[in-house]
């Protein structure tokens, strides 16, 4: 929005907007704002109106222009391996193996289309926060009442707001009558928020807190009032969550580093190694051209051009049955990043509570009912020592239920509750003791305000006697109430009894419960005016409520402390509501607030102070959307690979700024689906242990298949080049070279991509953030199995070709590469446990692979067809029978490398 001076008609402007306030709103008299804004409370006249949104802008965020679509497509081949892909398509070509060129340009393109797709999403956050932008507001125009398009509100305007709408800008309040607003998709806060035109706040007041204020994006939920408009579009505290999704830069995803250093290393060693081994040729008489292309296929030989389609097979097996499992992946490689997250940043709201107000604990005539069941549904029952009661046991207990349900105007339709939070929750108390409101009429009531802290209805039963049912601020309730109920009568409430009432609320209270009070009055005869229906009331009992926790999710978070895992809980919401909350799900061992920072401390602590205290604390209370970016920010710093969870506006950029964003798909706003990685389909906290899980298989999964590709890519090279340094022929031709490589880079390693998980996958801590793929326990186990492997066949070879043509000899060694590359594929399938621990033939794919692999080379060594094409010729069957021996005993050898390699851990 452009920011200029706002004119009064002929006179001078009073300066630039919105910086010319000397104070916040909120803490500004309405008189003073229309002054300053040039208004009044008839509102704007229309002209002005349209001078204003000419000056200022409409009232949306402002998307940031994105590349097109083509440029982000060419930018996916700018890579060394990509590169190298391309070249080995060529030389493919070159030799005739058509085939070969075809994978190699399927890969290509498909990692090419992957990382398309990946980077058209990036910035699409920002057009869901203008997709939440309310459609139409209501303003006052020259007296009259308007129905305008949102984008048309301008400073200066007054809104009307009245129950069911958004707010369509910021804007301080002018008048309030039972306003109630639900704030919890920009703040957090699970309960709805009670707004007081009356209010003059601080300057430092909270944003949950601003009473006087409403805020464009969130929900009247009941109540109205009118409100002066002081912030449009970007200016909103809406607009300024766009703005810092503006400022955070996307990273690449840890595996996505890896991969492009693996890229390079490969590239410039599989180049050296071939350039290398055809000199040697070319010095030793070989022919320039034959050498070229047979140290070009060597060196296709040594790179793995199928790591881009094992990573995206792995990937996209993991997201299938990750979908199953209720979580959505819009980014391929953050599935690998969740496997590797060591703290996960979640909000309360929604995600480690169900975002629905519900009654604990009853109090009525000296007795403590329990209420079991948690959140919007009437499954549960009213307990006293565990055992189930009737509210006709206890008129005490029936009243305070019948009060709340009666001083009430949440109501059910179509099966959906509707109303606010507090007051459905009432409701379902109330229906789960099997009362309803029937036989009851309302006549009257005195709503709830801000000054009274009560809300009273008068009704009339079936018999035509009135009643008088209140509820509200138990101080209060007690200074108008003159008894209460005891053994089914009124008696005098007594100083003592008042302390002991006192005493009971402050204990629910200290249990994080919100705690309200219940009173009601027997009217004989005809009532009295409504001003005086609210003398002596009959006290009759307390009904304690909170957010519950999903039942699901305290295994949840037990599992991620076993696999490694940090939980921290973010939230706009109470300290001691937090605290309970957390304790109650195990996130922490006790009640104690050193594990617990509010907002008030974070604003006072310096980045290096609050760094310190990140490894002792919990939970972070009362927060605001830029805190929230802070802690993810510093937690990054502190090099943690960092998920953050969430719901709400307030989470969306701390979900762009983590390494993985995960948002709740039924709850969640349309702004953090857009800004995360991750959606959980059906909200539960629990679905991301299963998504670490598979994370961390598919990060094992694309380990297993280098250490298998690698280790015979090695071995390879080593028999190659050791056969020029002995003076052998030719072990190989390039066209052997070139098969070999499609046949073992192709499905052995999309087997190894979709291994089951090993056993004690999610009892490992995480790995460490700054730990790569190459590992010392990982290179000295790939080293190992290389070796082995070379003195296995390089004998096999020398021996050959003393006794056998050299096209016989090099069928040796070629079918001797393809069949021993089966036992090297299933010792690849764990680096720390042994092949009988993990189930020998677990992976199916992996088994009919071995198969095929058998069978195509018999084809290969014995059709005559193809012995011409791919230059070979049939061996002594003799010779299977040595290689199924070679194979046993590599593996049993593999194994003890294996155990050798878990020193260097």
Request: hydrophobic content about 50%; glycine content about 8%.
């Amino acid at each position: 929005m452009r920011k200029r001076a706002l004119k009064e008609p002929g006179g001078e402007a009073p300066g630039s907007f919105p910086l010319n306030f000397p104070k916040p709103p909120h803490s500004l008299p309405p008189e003073e704002i229309y002054s300053i804004l040039s208004t009044s409370p008839e509102g704007l006249t229309n002209a002005e109106a349209r001078r204003r949104l000419e000056e200022f802008g409409p009232n949306e965020l402002e998307e940031e222009a994105s590349r097109s679509p083509l440029k982000i497509f060419l930018s996916q081949f700018a890579n060394v391996l990509t590169f190298i892909l391309l070249v080995a398509a060529a030389v493919s070509f070159g030799v005739g193996d058509q085939i070969e060129a075809l994978v190699i340009l399927l890969i290509v393109f498909a990692c090419a289309l992957l990382g398309f797709l990946q980077e058209w999403k990036a910035d699409k956050a920002l057009l869901a926060l203008k997709q939440m932008a309310a459609p139409e507001a209501v303003v006052l125009r020259e007296g009259r009442a308007l129905k305008i398009p949102a984008r048309e509100v301008v400073p200066g305007d007054i809104l009307i707001l009245a129950s069911g709408d958004k707010v369509a800008a910021d804007a301080r309040l002018i008048e309030t009558i039972n306003l109630r607003v639900d704030e919890s998709p920009l703040t957090g806060e699970s309960t709805a928020v009670e707004k007081d035109a009356s209010l003059l706040l601080p300057p430092e007041t909270p944003l949950p807190e601003r009473k006087n204020m409403v805020f464009a994006g969130t929900i009247v939920l009941n109540g109205r009032g009118k409100a002066v408009v002081v912030a449009t579009g970007r200016e909103t505290e809406f607009g300024k969550i766009a703005g810092l999704l503006k400022t955070v830069e996307e990273e690449g995803t840890p595996l996505e580093k890896k991969l492009a250093v693996i890229g390079r290393w490969l590239g410039g060693l599989s180049l050296g190694l071939a350039a290398l081994a055809a000199g040697i040729g070319i010095l030793r008489g070989y022919p320039f051209l034959e050498m070229f292309l047979w140290g070009v296929s060597l060196a296709v030989a040594a790179v793995p051009e199928s790591l881009p389609a094992v990573v995206t097979g792995a990937l996209a097996i993991g997201v299938s049955r990750m979908a199953k499992r209720n979580a959505i992946v819009k980014r391929l490689p953050a599935v690998e990043t969740l496997g590797s997250t060591t703290v996960i940043c979640t909000d309360k709201t929604g995600t480690l509570t169900k975002n629905e107000m519900t009654v604990r604990l009853i109090w009525a005539a000296g007795k403590t009912y329990e209420v079991s069941g948690a959140g919007f549904t009437l499954e549960g029952e009213i307990l006293r020592d565990g055992r189930k009661v009737s509210p006709e046991d206890s008129q005490a207990l029936k009243f305070t239920l019948l009060a709340g349900l009666l001083c009430n105007d949440a109501r059910v339709e179509e099966g959906q509750f509707l109303g606010d939070p507090t007051e459905i929750a009432l409701l379902v108390a109330a229906a789960k003791a099997g009362l309803s409101g029937e036989g009851f009429t309302r006549v009257a009531e005195l709503p709830f305000d801000s000054e009274r802290k009560r809300m009273s209805v008068l009704v009339k039963d079936r018999a035509g006697k009135y009643w008088v049912f209140t509820k509200g601020s138990v101080e209060i309730l007690l200074e108008i109430s003159s008894a209460c109920l005891e053994n089914g009568r009124p008696v005098p409430l007594t100083p003592s009894k008042r302390a002991e009432i006192l005493k009971v609320s402050e204990e629910m209270a200290s249990k994080a419960l919100r705690v309200m009070g219940f009173a009601y009055r027997e009217i004989p005869g005809e009532p009295p005016p409504l001003a005086e229906i609210e003398k002596d009331l009959v006290f009759v009992g307390l009904q304690g409520m909170i957010d519950p926790p999903r039942p699901e999710a305290k295994a949840a978070i037990r599992e991620c402390f076993e696999a490694g895992i940090r939980v921290i809980m973010i939230t706009g919401d109470h300290a001691q509501t937090a605290l309970a909350i957390a304790h109650e799900l195990g996130l922490v061992p006790e009640k104690k607030m050193t594990y617990v920072i509010k907002a008030q401390e974070l604003e006072r602590l310096s980045d290096e102070e609050l760094r310190k205290r990140l490894d002792e604390v919990a939970i972070f209370a009362r927060v605001s959307p830029a805190h929230k970016l802070r802690i993810v920010k510093l937690f990054k710093e502190k090099q943690e690979i960092v998920a953050m969870t969430g719901d709400g506006v307030n989470d969306a950029p701390a979900l762009k700024a983590a390494d993985i964003g995960i948002a709740m798909g039924i709850s969640g706003t349309e702004v953090a689906k857009e800004a995360a990685d991750i959606i959980l389909a059906d909200d539960n906290f629990a679905t991301i242990v299963a998504a670490v899980e598979e994370g961390r298989t598919i990060f094992d999964n694309i380990k297993k298949y280098l250490l298998f590709l690698l280790s015979f890519n090695l071995s390879e090279i080593f028999v190659l080049v050791a056969g020029f340094l002995a003076g052998l022929p030719l072990p190989l031709t390039a066209i052997h070279i070139l098969w070999i490589n499609l046949v073992t880079n192709g499905p052995p390693a999309l087997a190894l991509g979709v291994d089951p998980p090993a056993p004690d996958l999610m009892k490992r801590p995480p790995r460490p953030p700054q730990e790569g793929v190459f590992t010392r326990q990982f290179v000295f186990l790939l080293a190992g199995l290389a070796l082995l492997l070379f003195f296995f066949l390089f004998p096999v070879f020398a021996l050959a070709v003393e006794d056998l043509t050299l096209k016989a000899a090099q069928t040796v060694l070629f079918t001797g590469f393809v069949l021993l590359a089966i036992p090297v594929a299933y010792v690849a399938r764990s680096e720390r446990l042994p092949l009988w621990k993990i189930g020998p033939f677990a992976n199916r794919w992996l088994n009919l692979c071995a198969l095929g692999m058998v069978a195509s080379q018999l084809l290969i060594v014995y059709v005559p067809i193809l012995n011409r094409y791919l230059q070979t010729e049939p061996i002594a069957p003799s010779w299977w029978f040595v290689f199924a021996l070679l194979g046993l005993s590599f593996i049993f050898l593999a194994e003890g490398i294996k155990k050798v390699s878990l020193r260097f851990r």
